[in-house]
């Protein structure tokens, strides 16, 4: 195991009782192993939201050094998305 440093957490009695009940069940040996699976899938939810931030981001600039926005009818543009899905369908694709 890589090197392990002690942190002291703060629970709240149902998700400590939720831990307590994961290693009574057996499913985990200690409340340490519970923690640090918490922290894995935790760990890569976060890597994930910062990419994703930093594409939102990506795509913000793009938008705005894209030019002057213009004005989009709504409800024009989604009957002709929905002609040419219809179109793709008829045409077997």
């Not at 290693?23 to 918490?38: D, I, K, L, P």
């Not at 594409?55 to 024009?76: I, N, Q």
Request: no cysteine; aromatic share 6%; glycine share 6%.
């Amino acid at each position: 195991m890589a090197s392990v440093e002690k942190v002291s957490i703060s629970l709240t009695s149902q998700h400590a009782e939720i831990l307590r009940e994961a290693v009574a069940s057996g499913a985990y040996a200690t409340s340490s192993e519970v923690v640090r699976e918490a922290m894995r899938d935790w760990a890569a939810k976060w890597v994930q939201r910062r990419g994703d931030m930093a594409d939102l981001r990506k795509m913000w600039e793009d938008g705005k050094a894209s030019g002057t926005a213009t004005a989009v009818d709504f409800d024009r543009t989604l009957e002709e998305a929905r002609a040419e899905l219809a179109a793709l369908k008829r045409n077997g694709n």
